[in-house]
Each structure stands twice: as C-alpha cells, then as structure tokens.
C-alpha cells in the first residue's frame, strides 16, 4: 500500500528566505504527483501537477521536483511570503490508472514578517 | 476562472439521519472525485466517478455511501446513516483527463451529533 510522508511537518521561517519541502513515497510505481496548498479550514488550492515522465515543473516561484526512482519530491519556494502561510501537501496518483490521490500529513509553513 | 463549487459549506445533523452533500464539478471536467479528511488526518480517498458509474472505491466507501450524478451539473454524494465518525470536511474534486490536474471544492463540513 503506497505512504506519502512529508518532512518536516511543520516550518517557521522569516520572510525572504528560499525554502524546501520534502515529500517521499514508498511505491515508486506511480502516475503523476500534484502539490496542493491547503489554507485553515479551506480547500485544495492546485500549485503544480508533475507528470511521471517529467522531472521538474515551476509556476512562477514555485519549482517542484521528482524522482521516481528515489520515491522523493521537492517543493522549492523562492523568496518566500507571508501570504505563503498555509500547509502544503504531496499527494501521488495510484490505482487504477492512476485514478486516486494518496496524501501526505502536509507541511504546516509559517512565514514570518 | 473555472471552480469547483460545493454546498453546503457546513452541514450539522442527527446520526442516523441520511445527508446529501452536493458538487457542481467544472464543466468539461469528465472525471469526479469524493475525498474526505478528518480533523487532524491526511486527506483520504473515498470514489472515483466517470462515464456515470463508479470506477474505484476506496474501504471507507461502504454501503452507507452512494454517488450520484443526477444531470449533466450536480455530483452527489449521500451517506444513509450517519454515524459520529462521518464527521469530517468533504472535498470534491474533478479533473478533465486520466493525466490532468485534479481541482478541489472549498469543501463541506459535516458535523454528526
């Protein structure tokens, strides 16, 4: 059964600073991976989709990263924000044709003015 | 921009009584998705709809549970009976493709007292 795990589970961090979520999974048999941005008590906001035959995606300051092979994803987020305050969280796509979501816990980010 | 839209926002009811959480997918989307998360939990997935019929489910998805996309717009789901542990914030999701982005509602929160 496929475990998404996302380290660490939370950040605090001063405005400006470049920062880096991890996510790993335990099958590397997957289809795609998709980060979403989860504010307090809100939906799924999508940041990026990367594609199984892809090995980065970027929108903007965001730049997401994978390796099939290691069971790992990046997320880097550049020059970061206070209005980046949120949880972010991996999920990969499984089962039957990559039909389903499997979540990581999410990384709670905090950034500081 | 295009969205996911669910109703109602936040739904308080009796266990044992039936409830119908509805979803308004995106338009062109062909493929619709409930998920749900427990306060606290990862985000876990519960049916996955296209071509009017049930293409994967989830352990969590029992006979308490049903879909249904009664027109060409609304995409419901109900659960017969509710018990204390159905509460939880409901996410719906729909996307255009099997290798496409998913896009998440804001949610609809149930409470079963």
């Known amino acids: 059964k496929q475990e998404v795990t996302q380290i660490p589970a939370a950040l605090s961090v001063p405005e400006g600073e470049n920062l880096v979520l991890n996510c790993s999974f335990t099958?590397?048999?997957?289809?795609?991976l998709q980060w979403f941005r989860q504010d307090p008590g809100k939906g799924l906001t999508s940041l990026l989709l990367i594609q199984s035959s892809q090995r980065e995606q970027t929108s903007g300051r965001l730049n997401a990263s994978l390796d099939k092979s290691s069971g790992r994803s990046t997320l880097y987020i550049a020059a970061s924000q206070p209005g980046d305050s949120a949880t972010y969280l991996c999920a990969v796509y499984v089962g039957n044709a990559g039909n389903m979501l499997t979540f990581g816990g999410g990384t709670r980010l905090m950034v500081k003015p | 921009e295009p969205e996911v839209t669910q109703t109602p926002s936040h739904q308080v009811t009796q266990m044992g009584q039936e409830v119908i959480l509805r979803c308004v997918p995106i338009s062109n989307h062909l493929y619709f998705y409930w998920y749900r998360q427990i306060l606290g939990q990862k985000v876990e997935f519960l049916v996955s709809?296209?071509?009017?019929?049930?293409?994967?489910k989830s352990e969590i998805f029992d006979d308490q549970f049903s879909v249904e996309r009664p027109d060409g717009s609304n995409f419901t789901l109900k659960i017969r009976s509710t018990k204390l542990e159905d509460s939880a914030m409901y996410f719906c999701a729909s996307r255009t493709g099997g290798n496409t982005e998913a896009f998440f509602g804001q949610g609809t929160r149930l409470t079963v007292v």
């Open positions: 099958d590397s048999a997957i289809y795609n």
């Open positions: 709809f296209y071509n009017n019929e049930i293409s994967e």
